[in-house]
């Protein structure tokens, strides 16, 4: 185990929050701790101490997981937990060992619930674990019935909603292999991403209520489904009422007429090898056509069992909750929660419908105990001025997970003043390439301003400066030196590994380095800076973009904002584009109120040298400013992967800006 320990912190750096000596006995961390100490015999006095342990003892670590939490599958004794860890990539977790993905969160059968699903304020339904176990059985029929079996693709052109769940689950059940994004995607979106894996069947809605509107999906579908030949079914599922929409498509049914044949029997569960194709997910980058990340079975399992039980303390019966959409990594991330055997809360549509408080009565209604959202959410509740804590109970909301973007620290602040005093404020982070978090929470620890609190356990995450040595208390790469079981698998259509190796292995050869700029803190904390490869280098000083971000958004007057660093005159300059609340002007005075703010708050260095108004900040469809598209249009560069944007016209704004010439 190593030695070498966080430095203690002063006296004045008191957290903003602590578990009571209640909670950390209850927690499921606690738990574990006392499972090491009989099966292991080692004991650990905090989450540091079994952290370190975790990765210096990665075999030991992932089969107390697997054992602990029981996991459901074939693991015959004797067999190997890892082979080739010294490789990255190469390294096999469980290689030996067989499971299914859907089995293992099927696990109940009663009339509790397993999915509570609200369309806005327009629609809300319950879906019981036995209602859902007999809903998977006749989809998992179907598809067999449609040629589908281990490998093929399955894909939901879908909303958050229960068949969108169900769907995934019988593909899971037969070894198949689904993938899924939002239904406001647009065509060339999905095109360039089901395009790519060729799925068998299709699944779309009739369309979705969006901000109290419902809008009709079918002239996309009716526009990209000829041009993906391989689908031999397409299944429209009901959320408007329209059981005439599967007559505008070919070779479309609706789901009751495609279930018809099929009566609810018990689920046939395809065990397959713990490396075998579960996910197809996607990059959402806007340099070209969206990466196809391929995520195996076992490895997906078996980390978000991990951090569900241990770092988001989910536990069976608890009802949790993440707002998401199909095409975000969340969506897998949260479905994962019924291997917990708690109850999903499925929300689809805007959660500011009706009056922006609809999450917080959600909350309410139905017991929410873990509130997953963004950073930029909580931002617009602060700038709303919303006060949910004077207005709503959340008694029952345990834990709130933030991420899709640094939480600033007013963001913490917020959420501790204006939500709730008591809660685990958990800022989370990893990404679409592990389907996961290199840093998270820890549910017995305390809640630091502007930290993450902690690292995963068994992810040998290590901040790195630029010669590749481990730092703390100073910026750089964040890395992970070990294998971890939720590596992708490989990427579609790169049979020899060569783009796989170059996006994550070329920098530090046989060292995951992830993008991401950061800190690690006197707290054995994390602060995120933004993604490296958007970090500003002002006179050859890295800046990372949140840190401009969480000064000039303090101002009531912005809204929000997006920086980049614009090459000019042999260096690079910093530039600042701010969307401004209605009725304010971006005038003298208001500028250098800017600047000062930035400069007092940060450094002379984050000062941007323009300040630039604009109506309009373009976005991902899970909520991300896309800072590298407006620097390659500043730069004059070609913007190719528009269809990953959410408002991909608002780019529009950023080209040849005139003061941007001088």
Known sequence: MSSISPPAPSPSESPLWKPSPQRIAEAQLTGFLHHLKQTAKV?????????????????????????????????PSGTPVLVEGDKMPGAQFFPEARLNFAENLLRRNDDGDALVFWAEDKMKRRVSWRELQALVSRLQQLLKDQGVGQGDRVAGFMPNMPETVAAMLATASLGAIWSSCSPDFGVQGVLDRFGQIEPKVLFVPDGYFYNGKEIDTLPKVREFLPQIPSVVKTVVCPLLGRPQAAAE??????????????????IDYLRVPFNTPLYVMYSSGTTGKPKCIVHGVGGTLIQQVKEHRLNADVRSGDRVFYFTTCGWMMWNWLVASLACEATLLLYDGSPFAPDGNILFDYADAEGMTLFGTSAKYIDACNKAGLAPRQTHDLSTVRTICSTGSPLVPEGFDYVYENIKQDVSLASISGGTDILSCFVLGNPIGPVHRGEIQARGLGMAVEVWDDDGKPVREQKGELVCVKPFPSM?????????????????????????????FVELTRHDGVIVYGRSDATLNPGGVRIGTAEIYRQVEKLPEVVESIVIGQDWQGDVRVVLFVRLRAGSTLDEALEKQIKQTIRDGATPRHVPA?????????????????????????????????????????????????????
Do not use: M
């Not at 992932?62 to 054992?67: E, L, V, Y």
């Not at 498509?249 to 018990?266: I, Q, S």
């Not at 698998?489 to 380095?513: H, I, K, Q, T």
């Not at 190719?640 to 080209?655: Q, W």
């Open 610 to 662: 323009k300040v630039v108004q604009v109506t309009d900040i373009p976005r991902t469809k899970s909520g991300k400013i896309v800072e590298l598209a407006v620097r390659d249009l500043v730069h004059g560069r070609a913007v190719k992967n528009r269809e990953a944007l959410a408002n991909p016209e608002a780019l529009e704004l950023y080209r040849d800006i005139a003061t941007l010439q001088q």
């Open 43 to 75: 004991e650990f006095g905090d989450y540091t101490q079994l952290r370190d342990w975790s990765i210096d003892n990665l075999e030991a670590f992932w089969t107390a997981i697997w054992d602990h939490f029981g996991l459901i599958g074939d693991r």
């Open 488 to 516: 992708p698998l490989s990427f579609w259509g790169d049979p020899d590994g060569s783009r796989y190796r170059a996006a994550y292995f070329e920098r530090f050869p046989g060292v995951w380095c992830h993008g991401d």
């Open 249 to 266: 498509l070919p070779k479309a049914a609706t789901l009751e007429d495609a279930l018809e044949p099929y009566k609810a029997r018990e």
